[in-house]
């Protein structure tokens, strides 16, 4: 009751408004500080193996599928564990529409996106009144089903098992994004369009009613918002950045399979928001770092990095449950 008597007195006050709270000392340092990581990050391409160049531009995906996992876990609260379903449906629609229908890969981006924002919408609609386990219960399931649509041979379009391979990069103004090198500033260049989106959306009155939503659903649907239409959006939104870095993925590999988009890849996005921090973008890019970067560092255990990675987890819930970067007191 307390609860709910706090999250409708922040409601009343900030909604109309329509004004953030004052930026703290340490968040008026991070909006400095990231910006000039990514500016050095530009660097890497000039400085690093062609190796590296590969992990950041892996890294760079999965933060931004991580990102768009954050949006519905982090921000509006739902239990999604088939998140890897948007961003195989971004990926199987590029690769298809280049590689059976002759698309320059560029103009497959806005329907990966699209397509994927539509599913997430259509698939969302009938589920978001399920709570907790439930709703995780039923994502599984759409995973479930994703993965063995696509060994199938959907439509005969999808390869089956084997999956599409010939996946080429984007053509732009006569330039041919063929090598690491020029994939790595795309995708560099991708993340920090989602990382705007993201301090954008933590700023608007959408992503302040996502967090109403999570806190207190019920104080929320008090006060006149539609609970069930704002659930649906965050899982459109959220599928359709997950769409957008699935084209990312398809030109990174040049090649999708059912193999990369399976419910253990829905857990480790999962486990990366947990243990990085709901609803902290630091948070999420420092899990991402954890699971495919550091691993990279210490060669010799990286098959070991799903149990490190699990172990990981299990110790930040159990010292740390509010993730290793937390999202800063008084965001509402």
């Known amino acids: 009751m307390t609860q709910s008597k706090q999250v409708s007195a922040e409601m009343s006050v900030a909604t109309p408004a329509g004004v953030a709270p004052p930026a703290s000392a340490s968040t008026r340092f991070l909006r400095v500080l990231g910006p000039v990581l990514w500016i050095i990050g530009l660097a890497i391409p000039s400085i690093m193996s ?47 529409l280049s590689l059976s229908f002759n698309w320059p890969i560029l103009w497959t981006i806005p329907v990966a996106i699209v397509l994927s924002a539509a599913l997430g919408a259509i698939l969302s609609a009938p589920i978001v009144k399920l709570r907790g386990d439930y709703l995780l ?34 053509s732009l103004f006569g330039h041919m994004f063929g090598t690491q ?10 993340l920090a369009i989602v990382l705007w989106l993201m301090r954008n959306l933590d700023r608007s009155s959408l992503g302040r009613t996502f967090r109403y939503i999570k806190y207190d659903e019920l104080a929320a649907t008090t006060l006149g918002v539609n609970a069930r239409n704002y659930k649906v959006a965050a899982f459109a939104l959220s599928a359709g950045i997950a769409g957008l870095a699935g084209t990312l993925f398809a030109m990174q590999l040049s090649a999708v399979s059912p193999g990369s988009f399976q419910f ?21 890019l420092l899990g991402t770092a954890m699971m495919f970067v550091v691993p990279q560092i210490f060669t010799e255990f ?26 800063r007191k008084g965001a509402l």
């Open 264 to 284: 253990t890849d829905s857990v480790v996005l999962f486990a990366i928001v947990l243990v990085g921090g709901q609803a902290s973008v630091p948070g999420v």
């Open 302 to 327: 990286a098959q070991y990095r799903y149990l490190v990675f699990g172990i990981a987890m299990i110790l930040v819930m159990i010292l740390r449950p509010q993730g290793i970067w937390p999202a």
């Open 181 to 190: 090198s020029d994939l790595f500033y795309l995708n560099w260049v991708v």
């Open 137 to 170: 219960v039923v994502t599984i399931g759409f995973n479930a089903i994703f993965v063995l649509a696509m060994k199938n041979n959907l439509f005969g379009l999808t390869g089956g098992a084997d999956g599409l391979f010939g996946v080429s990069g984007p």
């Open 50 to 96: 062609p190796a590296w160049i590969t992990i950041g531009g892996i890294f760079a995906i999965y933060a931004i599928v991580a990102l768009s996992q954050d949006i519905v876990l982090g921000r509006a609260g739902m239990y999604d564990m088939g998140h890897a379903v948007f961003f195989g449906i971004g990926a199987y629609t590029s690769a298809i």
